[in-house]
């Protein structure tokens, strides 16, 4: 199934599949399949040099918050963060594991695999 394409500044997004479904219940409406974790991780998966504040605006979420998520993958061993100059370069550890149950065996490798090949499919 394909889908149509808009563009939502930098990023591209599909809309939603029902969009009368939104009206029905609009205290739902902001839900998405990913967490900000994985938000921020494919922003940097796709430009491992972004600063806190572009990471942010990309993932709509606070500066501190991306602080936090930060902490936690680097915490968590799935991102290394080499400092260059005044500025942070990302190393995503593709070997990291999963957390979640659900997820138990997959790759960190794995999930930006998939979203990648979703990418060059557009």
Known sequence: ???PIQEAGDMKVAPPLLPEAESAHPHRTNWTFLTNHAHVLIALARNPDLRVR??????KITERAVQQILTDLE?????EREREGRRNHYVIIDSARLRHPNEQGAFVGDL??????TDEKR
């Open 1 to 3: 199934m394909s889908l």
């Open 54 to 59: 572009d990471l942010a605006a990309a993932v």
């Open 75 to 79: 915490e968590e061993g799935v991102i």
């Open 112 to 117: 930006l695999a998939l979203l990648k090949a």
